[in-house]
């Protein structure tokens, strides 16, 4: 029976995971402007030895809370007109209250039975389409229906071209409905970690022989690499130097290196 248990253990230790990491760099995302330390390998410390005493002892596992984490996220931030985070008010009060009130909801169990099931369902489709916006595959899912000249000004939509984008949009919708198809089919839906996992391969050397480091930088790169990227784009694009005369070189080599090597790098 151990052995046989080691299969499905090596499933649920892939989800979970995954499901801190893809949280984790959800919210440590350097466009969060977040200033308090990191503390990954730690909280992943905890989860895995809290789901250690939860499995003696027959207790539900813990895992990352993704959703909530990003909606907890824009509720504390201050954002420009751009719908940018400027500072996020970081405090472990929100935190300690919100799951106080989680254990104290065990007093009210009566009272929340009474509560209609599709009720609770709508709360969950609430906090998941509330985050959707900040969600850069969503937006770029939306230029499908948009015109080019409408798209918001964004560097992809700037330097990279509309096919492009379309194209590198499609690859992630193939993924994302092979997880799904998986996830849903009750024959196979225990291997559904196993197919998540193979998203980070297929990002990792697939998508570098089908699109240019560049574009990958563009499309899902950090916003400091990308703001570094168009930095050096717009300075090799200066033709006119101080002396008046056209720097050739600035024109055509510069931007030929950046997006091969140098933008590959930044990726």
């Known amino acids: 029976v151990p052995f046989m248990a080691a299969g499905p253990a090596l499933l649920s230790y892939i989800l979970f995971y995954l499901d801190n990491g893809i949280t984790w760099h959800l919210i440590y995302n350097p466009g969060n402007n977040l200033q308090h330390g990191e503390s990954y390998n730690w909280d992943l410390f905890l989860n ?6 939860n499995g003696f002892l027959g207790l539900p596992w813990l895992v990352a809370t993704t959703v909530p984490c990003i909606v907890h996220l824009n509720n504390l ?5 751009d719908g940018n985070i400027i500072q996020v008010q970081e405090t472990r009060l929100t935190y300690f209250f919100s ?6 909801s065990l007093l009210f169990l009566n009272a929340l039975k009474q509560i209609p099931l599709p009720v609770l369902l709508g709360v969950f489709l609430f906090m998941g389409l509330s985050s959707m916006p900040g969600i850069q595959f969503w937006n770029r899912f ?29 690859f992630q919708i193939v993924f994302f ?4 198809f998986v996830q849903n089919t009750a024959s196979i ?26 574009e990958l ?9 990308i703001d570094e990227w168009v930095s050096a784009k717009e300075e090799s694009l200066r033709p006119i130097q101080e002396d008046g005369s056209v ?21």
Not at 48 to 53: A, E, K, P, Q
Not at 152 to 167: A, C, D, G, L
Not at 217 to 225: A, M, S
């Open 48 to 53: 895995g030895l809290c789901n250690m005493v």
């Open 77 to 81: 931030a201050e954002k420009d007109k």
């Open 99 to 104: 799951h106080l009130l989680v254990g104290l």
């Open 142 to 170: 939306l230029l499908f229906f948009q015109q080019p000249s409408k798209f918001p000004e964004k560097p992809f939509t700037k330097y990279v071209e509309t096919k492009r984008i379309h194209f590198y949009t499609i």
């Open 177 to 180: 409905l092979g997880v799904f």
């Open 189 to 214: 839906a225990i291997a559904f970690p196993f197919m998540t996992l193979l998203c980070i391969p297929a990002r990792l050397f697939l998508a570098p022989r089908i699109f240019e480091g560049w």
């Open 217 to 225: 930088c563009l499309l899902d790169g950090y916003d400091e690499d």
């Open 247 to 267: 720097e050739q070189d600035s024109v055509t080599e510069r931007p030929t290196e950046m997006s091969g090597r140098d933008a590959e790098e930044n990726v």
